[in-house]
């Protein structure tokens, strides 16, 4: 896969982090299970500060965008079943580890982590 070598991975961790660290605020702010925390807002703000600096710095070249978005759901997804496994009253976390699982393999693919066998001819 050719354009695998261009993916780079600084931006794909901090998105999966603006991801987990934006549910976290919207569950803090939001969810009356959750104490409040002023910590979640604090690492969103840095992590989409860093975030926002990677992206002025270096060009975002290949599959890097599209990596970086569906690292930024599996972040926002997981932590949402992450958070209904926690508190179960809150519903079902089915639908949120099945994206979360689709994600990560799209993911997984699209990097060349998991690669498509070829057929021998």
């Not at 002025?56 to 209904?84: H, K, N, Q, W």
Request: charged fraction near 10%; glycine fraction near 6%.
């Amino acid at each position: 896969m050719s354009g695998s070598k261009q993916i780079r991975r600084k931006p794909i961790l901090l998105a999966l982090l603006v991801g987990i660290c934006g549910n976290a605020t919207l569950a803090t702010l939001s969810v009356s299970q959750l104490a409040f925390s002023i910590f979640p807002i604090i690492s969103l703000v840095l992590a989409a500060h860093l975030l926002y600096q990677e992206y002025l710095s270096v060009p975002m070249e290949g599959d890097t965008p599209l990596c970086t978005l569906l690292s930024f759901l599996i972040g926002v997804f997981g932590y949402s079943a992450f958070l209904r496994t926690q508190f179960p009253e809150m519903g079902s976390n089915y639908l949120s580890v099945m994206i979360s699982l689709v994600l990560v393999i799209w993911l997984a693919l699209k990097m060349g982590v998991a690669a498509r066998p070829n057929a021998e001819k």
